[in-house]
């Protein structure tokens, strides 16, 4: 069984396209984090027929890099990835102050892949107000 069947596949995000000047795709493992990337970055109530779906951090745009601030992000992305993908297990998530960017946080993700049992880092940036 190949990575696209067991992992999903769908068209690639940001979508773009394809050196065959089709859409892109994206499949197994990569495509589980552009899901990953896309709930975090959707805002709750973006999308207009499945309102819960995203972890809203866009709410923490103008908010000051502080540490309870950082343990709500901790919580809104832990809650929306156990909510809304299926396909990892979080084993850990840390959220800690930039050391470059005093108004940035870097999202680290420690999760496994339920099908196949192995594991996979995602890191992103988000930027907070002050």
Do not use: K
């Not at 027929?49 to 901790?74: D, K, Y």
């Not at 990892?88 to 993700?109: F, G, K, M, S």
């Amino acid at each position: 069984m190949d990575t696209g069947t067991l992992l999903g596949r769908s068209i690639a995000f940001p979508p773009r396209i394809g050196a065959d000047g089709r859409m892109a795709w994206s499949e197994g493992a990569q495509n589980i984090r552009e899901s990953i990337q896309v709930i975090l970055q959707t805002d709750l109530g973006e999308r207009l027929m499945l309102r819960s779906f995203g972890a809203g951090l866009e709410t923490f745009l103008f908010e000051p890099n502080t540490t309870v601030n950082r343990c709500l992000i901790q919580e809104r992305v832990e809650h929306a990835l156990n909510l809304w993908e299926p396909r990892i297990r979080l084993q850990d998530v840390q959220v800690d102050a930039d050391p470059n960017h005093p108004h940035q946080v870097i999202i680290t993700l420690d999760y496994g892949l339920v099908s196949t049992g192995g594991n996979e880092r995602l890191a992103l940036t988000l930027r907070l107000g002050g």
